[in-house]
């Protein structure tokens, strides 16, 4: 390949005193609890908060305009950061890859040309993947590390749940975020003091988490549209990407349900052993794959058990999820969220949350495969499925999104009965 990069500047170990780690932003309340954790481990680092046209226009300036969507995004939030800072020289840029046979695995390479276009070419990236992309990078967490984000990634997802399930009932308005930002302090706290990462600390946090929620003033007389989120994972999860679809569904007065990082994460574990079965792949791969299985869902369990005393209904377990979408579409789809797509739309289905927003992204052919090409099932599966694929590209207009997505909600308020109870 004639602009194939053979050579780029690496991070090294003695730039990790020196040099700030930026970070693209994605799930707001892993993301600070991530943050918290690279910093308590001596790294300097922000996740970027930086939004705007600027970002699409940057991203556009410098990547292809095939290139999909959460690419650009990513890559022009880069760039527009990397412009309005004054010491781009002890910089790093941070992304995280699946690793997969998607494109995902491109946007280093993509990240580096574009930087090289944008006169950053110095700036070295780090990929955080979990299938060895890159062997030569000076980032390197600790298996203390390691333990913490997993437990941050745990203690995000059920946050993320708690709080989609009381904010829009709250009767004091802010009480569910000021909750939220109260306990992701208390886990960064716990972090810093060597705490919260066993499995019996885990325990004790989660319970307390949902029973604080269970205690929040709520206004439970009416029953509300209840809208589940799915697609793309970036732009599922964030609100540059999908220009904040969840605070815009509370504006509207819906609950919100977004499935959680787990379900993403057992996902690709999971695939690696199901590899093995249907195309015979390596053995060691399938066995670690094994142990992590197993690793995740012993906290899995701890979050499921953790709302057994309070008015919510807990998340499924991922075996549950897998086998929803049997019949619908095949484990061996697993090309960026794959199977996991259809399987979370019939989880939430399941779970009540039958109207969803299905955010597909310009460019992604797995999410068209696994989003769209399966609703027609689907509905024939669940009559009252009502499910709306919603374009993120960088011509789509906010406007025409939110049209899109208010029709949807008048079909969901049609179909509430008056007597109907909320169940949360
Ligand atoms: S899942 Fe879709 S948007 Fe993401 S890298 Fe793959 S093709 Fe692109």
Same mark, same amino acid.
């Given at each position: 390949?004639?602009?194939e990069?053979?050579?780029?500047? #690496?991070?090294?170990?003695?730039?990790? &005193? $020196? @040099? $700030?780690?930026?970070?693209?932003?994605?799930?707001? =309340?892993?993301?600070?609890?991530?943050?918290?954790?690279?910093?308590?481990?001596?790294?300097?680092?922000?996740?970027?908060?930086n939004q705007?046209?600027?970002?699409?226009?940057?991203?556009?300036?410098?990547?292809?305009?095939?290139?999909?969507?959460?690419?650009?995004?990513?890559?022009g939030?880069?760039?527009?950061?990397?412009?309005?800072?004054?010491?781009?020289?002890?910089?790093?840029?941070?992304?995280?890859?699946?690793?997969?046979?998607?494109?995902?695995?491109?946007?280093?390479?993509?990240?580096r040309?574009?930087?090289?276009?944008?006169?950053?070419?110095?700036i070295?990236?780090?990929?955080?993947?979990?299938?060895?992309?890159?062997?030569?990078?000076?980032?390197?967490?600790?298996?203390?590390?390691?333990l913490?984000?997993?437990?941050?990634? $745990?203690?995000?997802?059920?946050?993320?749940?708690?709080?989609?399930?009381?904010?829009?009932?709250?009767?004091?308005?802010?009480?569910?975020?000021?909750?939220?930002?109260?306990?992701?302090?208390?886990?960064?706290?716990?972090?810093?003091?060597?705490?919260? $990462?066993?499995?019996g600390?885990?325990?004790?946090?989660?319970?307390?988490?949902?029973?604080?929620?269970?205690?929040?003033?709520?206004?439970?007389?009416?029953?509300?549209?209840?809208?589940?989120?799915?697609?793309?994972?970036? =732009?599922?999860y964030?609100?540059?990407?999908?220009? @904040?679809?969840?605070?815009?569904?509370?504006?509207?007065?819906?609950?919100?349900?977004?499935?959680?990082? *787990?379900?993403?994460?057992?996902?690709?574990?999971?695939?690696?052993?199901?590899?093995?079965?249907? *195309?015979?792949?390596?053995?060691?791969?399938?066995? =670690?794959? #094994?142990?992590?299985?197993?690793?995740?869902?012993?906290r899995?369990?701890?979050?499921?058990?953790?709302?057994?005393?309070t008015?919510?209904?807990?998340?499924?377990?991922?075996?549950?999820?897998?086998?929803?979408?049997?019949?619908?579409? @095949?484990?061996?789809?697993?090309?960026?969220?794959?199977?996991?797509?259809?399987?979370?739309?019939?989880?939430?289905?399941?779970?009540?949350?039958?109207?969803?927003?299905?955010?597909?992204?310009?460019?992604?052919l797995?999410?068209?495969?696994?989003?769209?090409?399966?609703?027609? &099932?689907?509905?024939?599966? @669940? #009559?009252?499925?009502? =499910?709306?694929?919603?374009?993120?590209?960088?011509?789509?207009?906010?406007?025409?999104?939110?049209?899109?997505? #208010?029709?949807?909600?008048?079909?969901?308020?049609?179909?509430?009965k008056?007597?109907?109870?909320?169940?949360?």
């Amino acid at each position: 390949m004639e602009d194939e990069i053979k050579e780029y500047p #690496k991070f090294k170990q003695s730039m990790v &005193k $020196t @040099h $700030t780690i930026l970070i693209p932003s994605m799930l707001d =309340i892993h993301m600070s609890l991530w943050e918290a954790v690279l910093k308590q481990s001596g790294y300097k680092c922000e996740v970027m908060r930086n939004q705007g046209p600027e970002v699409v226009e940057e991203g556009l300036k410098y990547v292809h305009n095939d290139t999909c969507y959460p690419a650009l995004l990513v890559i022009g939030q880069f760039i527009d950061n990397l412009n309005h800072r004054d010491d781009t020289h002890n910089v790093v840029l941070l992304i995280t890859q699946t690793g997969g046979g998607c494109r995902a695995s491109n946007y280093l390479h993509l990240l580096r040309k574009a930087l090289i276009k944008a006169g950053y070419g110095y700036i070295p990236v780090v990929s955080l993947n979990a299938s060895n992309l890159e062997k030569d990078s000076g980032f390197k967490p600790t298996l203390k590390d390691i333990l913490k984000i997993v437990a941050a990634m $745990t203690y995000g997802d059920e946050l993320m749940y708690l709080y989609n399930k009381c904010r829009s009932y709250e009767v004091n308005k802010g009480d569910a975020t000021r909750l939220k930002d109260e306990w992701v302090n208390k886990i960064i706290k716990q972090f810093e003091v060597g705490k919260g $990462t066993k499995l019996g600390q885990m325990k004790k946090n989660m319970r307390q988490m949902a029973l604080d929620f269970n205690n929040l003033n709520l206004d439970l007389s009416h029953k509300k549209p209840k809208v589940g989120i799915v697609g793309e994972i970036y =732009i599922k999860y964030a609100s540059l990407g999908n220009n @904040h679809l969840e605070d815009f569904l509370v504006s509207q007065d819906a609950e919100v349900m977004v499935p959680g990082v *787990y379900g993403f994460a057992l996902y690709s574990v999971w695939n690696y052993i199901y590899d093995r079965e249907i *195309y015979g792949r390596s053995l060691k791969s399938a066995l =670690i794959a #094994k142990f992590l299985l197993h690793f995740f869902q012993k906290r899995e369990k701890i979050m499921i058990n953790s709302m057994r005393e309070t008015k919510f209904t807990p998340m499924n377990y991922f075996d549950h999820t897998k086998d929803l979408s049997e019949g619908v579409l @095949h484990h061996g789809t697993k090309m960026g969220e794959g199977w996991l797509l259809t399987a979370e739309m019939m989880e939430l289905i399941e779970e009540g949350y039958e109207n969803i927003i299905c955010a597909q992204p310009f460019g992604c052919l797995p999410n068209h495969i696994c989003g769209k090409g399966v609703m027609k &099932k689907i509905k024939s599966i @669940h #009559k009252d499925a009502n =499910i709306v694929a919603i374009d993120y590209d960088p011509s789509a207009t906010k406007v025409n999104q939110e049209n899109r997505i #208010k029709l949807m909600l008048a079909i969901a308020r049609e179909r509430i009965k008056d007597d109907d109870k909320v169940e949360l």
